[in-house]
């Protein structure tokens, strides 16, 4: 503990800076990352003029556990349905421009006469844009809505996974110093099999997990167990030699998946945003001032090389991908900035002690010039796109006008043999993972024990028993999966000319599945290949015949997919979202649309066949959405209420009659408003008065005359309420509530006395 007080007022040193500069930079409207960057600067021991930090190691571990937090709750809002959702424009863009970049950034490197890993880190650092800036950018610029902005945040989603993937290469290269092409593909190919299991398996147990604990959870707990789930995959993923990084990415992108998204998401931000700060401030740290003007030249070549990098690469590659000149000249100019993960990887860099020190300052100096930049090149692309393409020759004009067209339609073009093949390699692939993680867990953990257990032969062959039962779902579904699907039947049924590759993907797969198993009995007894063969037809036979086997397959898919759309599926339920379905309706004209029932509307109250809106505007009610409840496919008999949430479907011509109906309804007028003011009023029940020795409950003033007694004056007592078994006698004063009209037809039956009140 006799640290404590000195990291202490490290803390409180960086905080109360922190919180200065960032006022400072809000006022300025510039990013709060920069204020965290210049906070550290000021605090460093590089400026002899303010308090500096005096234990740079603790902060630095801070900052570490800063990465963690930032990447996990990069995770919760990234989702890798994204990746489908942002098309193939976001997809060719962001790999161009990487590319390039990385490309571009090791060859300045060898032009300064830098080390290879130097080179290597700098292409890194310089190929991804700023997320946090950008945004922002667009949202002060009110840019948010326009179609290039779109794309941008397409480009930038694929590019924060592709950083990750980046990162977990760098840091490959970096501990075992190979740059062999069999090592890279050796690393790329273990950093995706692990992604793919460990994917799979948490969407497939933990929605579960948090679905059975849902009752038991409050907002303390749920912050707890979420970030005992990141740092756990974080200890997990350096078990198996990633970052610490990619493995709070892993499990943050697991649990964006979750119904808990939103709220682990807003739990996780403070301390998120915490961490964060004494990370960017740690930036900030290490950049020396004398480095800095040592370091001039490279500074300025590598500003000038990200900004017109980024610009031409980014055009070029959403070109590249069908979009107009001036569109894409708007998206490359918005992406001329680099940020947080080039931090990211600078400290990766230093961490693992493969880059020199002059590296990290260059990287932050060139990323304050670019992120003051980045207003100033957004502004300019327009101007600048028009007048290129008002210099730009006729046929360059004309090719890039039929380019972007013709990539327009072939995108859109449907292709039965790509979608089969496609849902086929996803469907390898994926069960291919599995069984490979099954087996080789099964090697590793299960077969020692049944070795130390059992004698020779009867562990190998209950270990052999044990695995082949493990996989067996994983198998059926790699030979059985899409075989009868409406794209194999299809192709089948057109021609005979497909049915011959059709067939070879059966084999194919087939050869697979007898492949896994030829290998676990091979590795654990000593028989003949041909045996071994036989045994594997023989088992992969019985997988695809087993009746239960293919109960529990399809019970294990429809789990994951279950998890994986479960967000979905209470969005939609909440109305929140629109279903799957309505954008098939668009292409044949029909719409659906949601409308909130007005509080004042006549419809409140009246049944759907009272309303008879399928005769009268031709439009039909698919669901009703009251509060947390939903009602699908609403009978005749089903009522409206105010406030209700009604999904319809139409034509436009339809919708907007409807629309139109809908708020010109109104069952407030004022003569209504009039007639429904309550009064209070009294009478004396004399000799000829009707109520005389009637009892309150004989009497059927609430259902004749739709008013309340609300009290009784006797014998001169108090008030008192109304007894309804004891008769009125002469003399009472009775209290009558009531409306207006009503009040008044009761009271003056016999004339009598009346004292309004």
Same mark, same amino acid.
Request: glycine share 8%; aromatic share 12%.
């Given at each position: 503990m006799?640290h404590?007080p000195?990291?202490i007022a490290?803390?409180a040193l960086?905080?109360i ?5 960032t006022l ?5 409207k510039q990013?709060l990352?920069?204020?965290?960057v210049?906070?550290?600067?000021l605090?460093s021991?590089?400026i ?5 930090v ?6 630095q571990?801070w900052?570490?556990i800063?990465?963690i937090?930032?990447l996990?709750?990069?995770?919760l ?6 990746i489908v959702k ?5 997809v ?6 990487i590319?390039?970049?990385i490309l571009?950034?090791i060859g300045v490197g ?6 290879r890993m ?9 190929a991804?844009s700023?997320t946090?800036?950008?945004y922002?950018a667009f949202?002060d610029?009110?840019l948010g809505k326009k179609k290039?902005?779109g794309l941008v945040l397409?480009i930038l989603i694929?590019e924060d996974?592709l950083?990750?993937?980046l #990162?977990? @290469? =760098?840091s490959?290269m ?6 062999? /092409?069999v090592?890279m593909? &050796? %690393? $790329?190919?273990?950093l995706l ?17 948090l679905k059975?604990l849902r009752k038991?959870?409050?907002?303390e707990t749920l912050?707890i ?7 756990g #995959?974080v @200890? =997990? ?6 970052s610490?990084?990619? /493995?709070?990415?892993?499990? &943050? %992108? $697991?649990?964006?998946?979750?119904v808990e ?7 996780v931000k403070?301390?998120k945003d915490l ?5 960017f ?8 001032p ?5 370091y ?16 031409i ?8 991908a069908g979009?107009p ?6 998206c490359?100019?918005?992406l001329?900035?680099i940020g947080?993960?080039a ?5 990766l ?5 493969v880059t ?12 304050v010039i670019t992120?003051?930049?980045t207003?100033?090149?957004i502004?300019i692309?327009?101007?600048v796109?028009d007048?290129?393409e008002?210099n730009?020759?006729?046929s360059?004009?004309r090719f890039?006008?039929?380019?972007s ?5 072939t995108?859109n073009h449907?292709?039965?043999?790509r979608?089969?093949?496609a849902a086929?390699l996803?469907i ?6 599995l069984?490979i ?6 090697f590793?953990?299960v077969?020692?024990f049944f ?9 190998s062959?209950?270990?052999?028993a044990?695995?082949?039962?493990c996989?067996s779902p994983?198998?059926r579904?790699i030979?059985?999966k899409?075989?009868?699907s ?5 192709l ?11 067939v070879s993907?059966i ?8 492949s896994?198993v030829t290998f ?8 003949s ?5 036989g045994i594997?037809v023989?088992?992969v036979?019985a997988?695809?015949?087993s ?7 399809i019970?294990?898919?429809r789990r ?15 109305g929140?979202k ?8 668009l292409?044949?004209?029909i719409?659906?649309?949601?409308y909130?029932v ?18 009268k ?7 009703i959405?009251?509060?947390?409840k939903r009602i699908n496919?609403?009978g005749?008999?089903e009522?409206i209420?105010?406030m ?6 139409g034509t436009d ?7 139109r109906?809908?708020e010109?309804?109104?069952?407030v007028d004022?003569?209504?408003i ?6 209070l009023?009294q009478f004396?029940?004399d000799a000829d008065s009707?109520?005389?020795h009637?009892?309150l409950?004989?009497?059927g003033?609430?259902e ?8 009784v004056?006797?014998d ?5 309420s109304p007894d309804v078994?004891?008769?009125f006698?002469?003399?009472?004063v009775v209290?009558?509530?009531g409306?207006n009209?009503?009040?008044h037809?009761?009271v ?5 006395k009346?004292?309004?009140k």
């Open positions: 006799s404590l000195t990291l490290d803390l960086i905080l800076s922190a919180g200065i500069m400072l930079f809000k006022k300025l990013p990352v920069l204020g965290y210049m906070a550290g600067f605090s021991p590089h002899s003029f303010t308090p500096s005096m234990d740079t190691a603790n902060i571990t900052a570490d800063g990465v937090f930032l996990f709750a990069l995770g809002e990234f989702s890798f349905k994204k942002v098309g193939g424009t976001a060719i863009a962001a790999c161009t421009v590319f390039c970049m571009l950034g060898m032009a300064f006469g830098w080390k130097d080179c290597l880190f700098l292409g890194g650092m310089i991804m700023s946090t800036i950008i922002k949202e610029m009110g290039f902005a397409g694929l996974i950083a990750i993937v #990162m977990v @290469m =760098l490959t970096a501990l075992k110093n190979n740059f062999e /092409g090592e593909f &050796g %690393s $790329i190919g273990k099999f692990f992604l793919i299991l460990w994917f799979i398996v948490g969407i497939y147990l933990i929605p579960q997990f059975r038991l959870m409050n907002q912050l167990v979420s970030l005992g789930l990141c740092f #995959m @200890m =997990l993923a350096a078990h198996t030699g990633f610490a990084a990619f /493995g709070a990415f892993i499990m &943050g %992108s $697991i649990l964006a998946e979750t998204a939103e709220s682990i998401s807003h739990l403070p301390v961490f964060g700060a004494v990370f401030v740690s930036v900030g740290m290490m950049v020396n004398a480095m800095i003007v040592e001039a030249v490279p500074i300025c070549v590598i500003t000038l090389v990200v900004i017109g990098g980024q610009a690469f980014g055009t070029f590659g959403v070109v590249l979009q000149l001036k569109t894409a000249m708007q490359g100019f918005s001329t900035q947080e993960f931090f990211i990887i600078a400290s860099g230093v961490s693992l002690g020199s020190n002059f590296l990290y300052p260059i990287v932050v100096a060139v990323s992120t003051f930049m207003p100033y090149m502004r692309a327009g101007p796109s007048r290129l008002r730009l020759p006729g360059w004009r890039l006008t039929r380019y067209r013709g990539t327009e339609t995108m449907e292709n039965l043999w979608k089969l093949l086929l996803r390898i692939v994926v069960y291919s993972v069984s993680a099954v087996i080789a867990l099964s590793r953990y077969m020692p070795y130390h257990s059992l004698p020779a032969f009867w562990s062959l209950l270990g052999a044990f695995m082949i039962l996989i994983f198998l579904a030979v059985v899409k075989n009868h409406i794209e194999f039947t299809t089948w049924n057109d021609s005979h000319v497909n049915r011959g590759p059709l993907t084999v194919f797969r087939v050869v697979l599945a007898i896994f676990i009995i091979a590795n654990l007894f000593e028989a290949i041909g045996i071994a063969l594997a023989l088992a036979l997988m695809v015949y009746r239960r086997l293919k109960r529990h397959s019970f294990l898919e994951f997919i279950q998890n994986l759309r479960y967000r979905d599926l209470q969005a939609e339920y909440m929140e629109k279903p799957a379905y309505a954008g098939r309706l292409s044949q004209d719409h659906l649309t949601d909130e007005p509080g004042e509307s006549a419809w409140a109250g009246r049944t759907l066949k009272e309303l008879n809106l399928g005769r505007y031709d439009v039909h009610v698919v669901s959405l009251r509060g947390m496919i609403p005749a008999e009522r209420f105010p209700d949430k009604i999904q319809v479907i011509e339809q919708l907007n009659l409807f629309s109906e809908m010109s309804v109104s069952s004022n003569g209504a009039e007639n429904s003011t309550m009064v009023k004396v029940v009707i109520f005389r009637h009892k409950r004989d009497l003033i609430r004749q005359y739709r008013c309340l007694v609300v009290g004056e006797r001169g007592n108090s008030l008192m078994n004891a008769p006698e002469e003399g009472d209290w009558v509530v409306e009209d009503n009040v037809q009761l003056n039956q016999k004339n009598e009346v004292d309004n």
